[in-house]
């Protein structure tokens, strides 16, 4: 069974300063999302990176897939009240049954 | 348009009930998923399902059945309601024969047992 960590599970900082999330696996993905959730909503998509050392931008968020495919992180610059939420990585597994499993989950609250 | 809509938005029902969650998409998608965020909001799949093959979570008790009437739903019974059925239940989907496995999600459904 593949798993998702994800780290840090909770993370509160204030408004103006730069976080990184960080997503980590034994094993390798064909690919990876990051989804964002609000409470009393289903996550929704912000990325999906596939080749190993893929950087992108998503505004102040940049994500990055590490070269072995098996690790990802997010990292937002300038945090922004509006960027309070649930954050979650899921991947694709390279076997046929390997359906998309979700990290736990870091909750970020940025602070005003 | 609503890609991915679920029914009820709330569930509120005794022990021992049978109920239904209603899933529909519009996006044309061939695969579609159920899964249970529990309190930790921990994602959890409990079903994928495309039009060929269903594939179960071995760890779902089989009072749950997915039951897809066509391509566009996949509706999720259980049955003999517990207490720790409370949760949230996301339905989603995601297109197949792509590179990536992207998935849309619902709005959610929360149950609540009681």
């Known amino acids: 069974t593949q798993l998702l960590e994800q780290s840090p599970q909770f993370l509160s900082i204030q408004e103006g300063e730069n976080l990184t999330v960080y997503c980590n696996s034994s094993s390798v993905f064909s690919s990876l999302q990051w989804y964002r959730q609000e409470p009393g909503e289903g996550p929704v998509l912000l990325v999906t990176?596939?080749?190993?050392?893929e950087v992108k931008k998503l505004k102040r968020l940049t994500f990055q897939f590490g070269d072995a495919r098996k690790d990802s992180s997010l990292h937002i610059t300038a945090a922004q009240p509006g960027d309070t939420g649930l954050y979650l990585c899921a991947g694709e597994g390279r076997n046929r049954d390997d359906k998309i499993i979700f990290g736990k989950g870091t909750r970020l609250h940025i602070l005003p | 348009d609503t890609a991915v809509s679920q029914t009820p938005k709330y569930l509120v029902t005794q022990m021992g009930n049978d109920k239904s969650i209603k899933c529909e998409q519009n996006?044309?998608?061939?695969?579609m998923y159920w899964y249970k965020q529990d309190s930790k909001k921990f994602l959890k799949i409990m079903f994928s399902?495309?039009?060929?093959?269903?594939?179960i979570n071995e760890t779902v008790p089989n009072r749950f059945s997915p039951k897809s009437p066509d391509k566009a739903h996949l509706n999720l019974h259980i049955n003999s309601l517990e207490l720790g059925d409370s949760a949230v239940y996301f339905c989603?989907?995601?297109?197949?024969?792509?590179?990536?496995?992207?998935?849309?999600f619902g709005q959610g459904t929360r149950l609540t047992v009681v």
């Open positions: 990176v596939v080749t190993g050392g």
């Open positions: 996006l044309g998608h061939d695969t």
């Open positions: 399902y495309n039009n060929k093959e269903l594939i």
């Open positions: 989603a989907s995601s297109p197949t024969g792509t590179e990536n496995t992207e998935a849309f």
